[in-house]
């Protein structure tokens, strides 16, 4: 299994409704695609994030999948353009 976290710090965090809203959107839609959780950070911190994502998948294969799908790319689209800076991990467990 491999799973992929990002977290998302956003220019305005107004906008972090509509990115979970489109996130969770893609769940039942992309068949490689075995779990999918995103949220709002709740705890304030220097280093903290505003929204994370978390997804799982089968191979790193179908994270491939994933990545260029046409429901995927879109969201993809929408998140790029209200982003100011994220970091990822891609790791097999």
């Given at each position: 299994?491999?799973?992929h976290?990002?977290?998302y710090?956003?220019?305005?965090?107004?906008?972090?409704?509509?990115?979970?809203?489109?996130?969770?959107?893609?769940?039942?839609?992309?068949?490689?695609?075995?779990?999918l959780?995103?949220?709002?950070?709740?705890?304030?911190?220097?280093?903290?994030?505003?929204?994370?994502?978390?997804?799982?998948?089968?191979?790193?294969?179908?994270?491939?999948?994933?990545?260029?799908?046409?429901?995927?790319?879109?969201?993809?689209?929408?998140?790029?353009?209200?982003?100011?800076?994220?970091?990822?991990?891609?790791?097999?467990?």
């Open positions: 299994m491999v799973k976290i990002v977290m710090k956003l220019r305005n965090k107004a906008d972090a409704d509509e990115m979970i809203k489109r996130f969770l959107s893609m769940r039942g839609k992309i068949e490689v695609l075995r779990s959780y995103a949220g709002k950070n709740e705890v304030e911190s220097a280093r903290a994030y505003d929204v994370a994502l978390v997804c799982e998948f089968d191979s790193l294969k179908d994270l491939d999948v994933y990545a260029s799908h046409p429901v995927h790319v879109p969201v993809k689209e929408y998140v790029h353009s209200v982003t100011e800076e994220a970091h990822s991990v891609d790791f097999v467990f």
